[in-house]
């Protein structure tokens, strides 16, 4: 008992691959006797034979990944694809590091701490790349002394 022709049958009519196409084992008998494509599509009206759902990926694994990387997981040296210039450009660490040191020479002329030449000398040294980072000029104000007592 081949059933060959009515699963082709079914899924030409269906328009779904063969795989997909499901048989009542109940009413195996009469799916068999079945041979024209009426007979399939009368089949198919009565709930006999059916289309199965399509089997995708499932997304629950890149979710559960997803959510350990943004609490910080998963980012050590094995798991870095591309260099450090490209995980994080040249350009934007530069943006950062620029406004950390304006803001930290704002709060020390603000704070009367530096004089308003010693602020614009210590700017323009933060523009060009002196200073690696906020300590770095906090160690260099320290040997220049060039903060104000009160």
Request: aromatic share 4%; hydrophobic share 30%.
């Amino acid at each position: 008992m081949s059933l060959k022709t009515q699963r082709r049958l079914a899924a030409e009519i269906l328009k779904i691959g063969q795989n997909r196409v499901w048989l009542d084992p109940e009413r195996i008998e009469e799916i068999d006797v079945a041979l024209t494509r009426g007979d399939i599509r009368r089949l198919i009206h009565e709930k006999s034979i059916k289309s199965l759902a399509e089997k995708g990926v499932s997304r629950s694994r890149a979710k559960f990944l997803h959510e350990r990387r943004k609490i910080g997981r998963r980012s050590g040296r094995g798991s870095r694809e591309g260099s450090s210039g490209a995980r994080q450009p040249r350009k934007d660490v530069w943006i950062i590091n620029i406004r950390v040191l304006r803001r930290r020479l704002k709060t020390l002329r603000d704070g009367h701490l530096l004089t308003k030449k010693a602020y614009r000398q210590l700017y323009r040294k933060s523009k060009g790349g002196t200073f690696k980072n906020a300590s770095h000029l906090e160690q260099y104000l320290k040997a220049s002394n060039l903060i104000r007592r009160r």
